[in-house]
Nanobody, 127 residues
Framework: QVQLVESGGGLVQPGGSLRLSCDAS????????IGWFRQAPGKEREGVSY????????SYADSVKGRFTISRDNAKNTVYLQMNSLKPEDAAVYYC????????????????????WGQGTQVTVSS
């Protein structure tokens, strides 16, 4: 059974850091493109970061560039999202998603291209 599980969310003060993990079971994560998305209350789900399956190239939303870093650990079958200098506007439920077709290389923020989604992990940024 294919499953993605996010973890690492929590409460952090502005300026703080968190590292989110996306663990996969039932398939090898490095074979697929992985996207991180977030959804705040009353807002649409938006793309945050992306790592391709082909060459490991990465993409970031403008709002997180220079603060967030996506990476893979193939041995652990895990993708990470390191989030630094967190702001209150980063607060949301964060989701990872896997694309098994490779089509997201051209449009990494297209939610409909992702085949598998995790259940999400809550990130709260508040003093």
């Amino acid at each position: 059974q294919v499953q993605l599980v996010e973890s690492g969310g929590g409460l952090v003060q502005p300026g703080g850091s968190l590292r989110l993990s996306c663990d996969a079971s039932g398939f090898t994560l490095y074979a697929y493109a992985i996207g991180w998305f977030r959804q705040a209350p009353g807002k649409e789900r938006e793309g945050v970061s992306y790592i391709s399956s082909s060459d490991g190239s990465t993409s970031y939303a403008d709002s997180v560039k220079g603060r967030f870093t996506i990476s893979r650990d193939n041995a652990k079958n895990t993708v990470y999202l390191q989030m630094n200098s967190l702001k209150p506007e980063d607060a949301a439920v964060y989701y990872c998603a896997a694309d098994t077709t490779g089509l997201t290389i051209a449009t990494p923020w297209a939610l409909y291209l992702y085949d598998y989604w995790g259940q999400g992990t809550q990130v709260t940024v508040s003093s």
